[in-house]
């Protein structure tokens, strides 16, 4: 059966990802993104390569007007929305606390938990028209484990994970299914966007092991979003085989 998908921060990294992995299962796309350029690019391809019927929305999941006018302005026919996909997030910096970047602690608060709550509101009610509506959150082995210099980041990410598990219960009688897919260490924008395009910094963040592809976590979205309608996963964990926490990488150098 054929759903509607609506997917934040679609530009890049998990959220592309999970885009090109619906669209070859046949299923429609709302991609949400802040970069209007990449945003069209990515549904004219995704409409070439696997002739997807994509919806773009234009906007800042920290912007809590934009977000209530984004979804107001989804055409009727498009307001039947069976999955939503909370993938929109960052790391910005990586300080110890006495010397982090105050800026960089609202872009993370405001984009990774705060931006969740607005999409998640007003997404709501269109997701009681499905047969099967489903939440998946994407959260992080940092809403595990605090790691050094992770402090902030990691404590959004605990955030997310405590949202996940409680909008698992505020839903339940909805019949909303609630997950999470929380991935380890991932080669994607997110160390180049962390680290502010220090590439020599990024480079290193991944040396001397295979990491998870956004096409892995991709892969586990589509799988848990497919289970029959009596199956919920409330919480996946997803790491790569050298690592086995934030701490434990095994890197051959």
């Keep these: 059966m054929q759903k509607t998908i609506f997917i934040t921060g679609a530009t890049s990294g998990f959220g592309k990802a999970c885009a090109h992995a619906f ?64 993938n929109a997030g960052l790391a910005a910096g990586s300080d110890p606390i006495q010397d982090g970047n105050m800026d960089d602690w609202e872009a993370m608060i405001d984009t990774n938990i705060k931006g969740l709550l607005y999409v998640t509101r007003n997404i709501f009610p269109l997701l009681l028209q499905s047969p099967c509506p489903h939440i998946v959150n994407i959260g992080s082995i940092a809403g595990k484990e605090v790691y050094a210099k992770g ?26 299914k609630v997950s999470q897919v929380a991935p380890g260490a991932a080669e994607t924008e997110f160390s180049e966007v962390r680290f502010k395009g220090d590439m020599e910094a990024v480079a290193n963040v991944y040396k001397g092991f295979a990491p998870l592809q956004a096409e892995d976590i991709a892969e586990a979205v589509t799988w848990i979003t497919g289970l029959p309608a009596h199956v919920n996963i409330n919480d996946l964990l997803i790491m790569p085989t050298a690592q086995a926490s934030p701490g434990y990488i095994h890197k051959v150098l």
């Design 151 to 176: 402090n902030v980041y990691c404590a959004t990410k605990f955030a997310v994970d405590a949202l996940t598990r409680a909008m698992r219960i505020d839903m339940l009688s909805h019949g909303i």
């Design 23 to 86: 669209a070859g299962n046949h299923h429609r796309l709302i991609l949400t993104g802040r970069r209007s350029d990449r945003l069209d690019s990515e549904a004219a391809i995704l409409r070439e390569t696997f002739n997807a019927e994509v919806l773009t929305l234009n906007f800042d999941v920290r912007d809590r007007d934009a977000v209530k006018q984004a979804v107001d302005s989804i055409p009727v026919q498009w307001r039947n929305i069976d999955i939503l996909v909370n």
